[in-house]
């Protein structure tokens, strides 16, 4: 079964306006975190923010904020105010058992999701 | 610090040749991994090592041998490549201990590999 599963292939938004990628998960752990990655066209694999299952709060880093929503298994990524530079593929990713000092959980990702953003 | 290094960034073979991609990280992490990324299917994991001498499968290991003789270097082994295993290959590493639930996993800038 899908672990992390992001619907939209593909999303435009307009220059300084704000988006959001929408992701949703599966897992019967209590203790897991959520990840964003941004991979421009150049390829490389950039992290964007975090967000663990016991965190209150909604994580924030700059202009990119996770929207949390446990009880639906989501884990969407807003970005506000976006730039020509945001135009990439995003990834969003899990990873299971992470209560205790030591994790080896794997890092499992959805199929991702291409953002253009358009002057 | 050079962060995760693999070699070679790109690389042709022919069917049925044995090849070797390097990954290389000079951060000390004790967890390691290799993922392939297809169109359409995200990143998916192939083998990882939680230390020196332990190695273990992913979601598609077939095709695929890793050894992990030091705690810096991780080497992915194709012994007899199909096309099937054309892809872009990332090797990534991460602390295993201390938070975490929040140890990001760093990656390496990616191997294209074409098996004609």
């Known amino acids: 079964a899908q672990k992390i599963t992001q619907t939209q292939p593909g999303m435009f938004v307009q220059e300084k306006e704000a988006v959001t990628l929408d992701c949703t998960y599966d897992?019967?752990?209590?203790?897991?975190?959520l990840f964003w990655y941004k991979q421009p066209s150049s390829g490389e694999m950039i992290f964007l923010i975090y967000q663990g299952s016991y965190d209150e709060q909604n994580a924030t880093e700059g202009r990119y904020s996770l929207n949390f929503q446990k009880a639906r298994k989501s884990a969407n990524l807003v970005i506000s105010a976006s730039q020509l530079g945001d135009s990439a593929m995003y990834f969003c990713a899990m990873r299971e058992s992470i209560s205790g000092g030591t994790s080896y959980g794997k890092l499992t990702f959805g199929q991702g999701t291409i953002l253009t953003v358009h002057p | 610090n050079a962060g995760v290094t693999q070699t070679p960034k790109f690389q042709v073979l022919k069917t049925g040749q044995s090849m070797t991609l390097q990954c290389a990280q000079d951060m000390n992490h004790e967890y390691m991994s290799w993922y392939r990324q297809d169109p359409g299917m995200g990143l998916r994991l192939i083998h990882y090592s939680v230390g020196a001498g332990i190695t273990d499968q992913g979601e598609v290991p077939n095709g695929y041998n890793v050894s992990r003789s030091t705690t810096e270097d991780f080497p992915l082994r194709l012994l007899s490549a199909a096309p099937s295993q054309t892809s872009v290959y990332f090797c990534?590493?991460?602390?295993?201990?201390?938070?975490?639930?929040?140890?990001?996993?760093?990656f390496g800038a990616g191997s294209r590999l074409t098996v004609l």
């Open positions: 897992t019967s752990d209590q203790s897991y975190g």
């Open positions: 990534a590493s991460r602390l295993a201990g201390g938070p975490s639930g929040a140890n990001v996993l760093t």
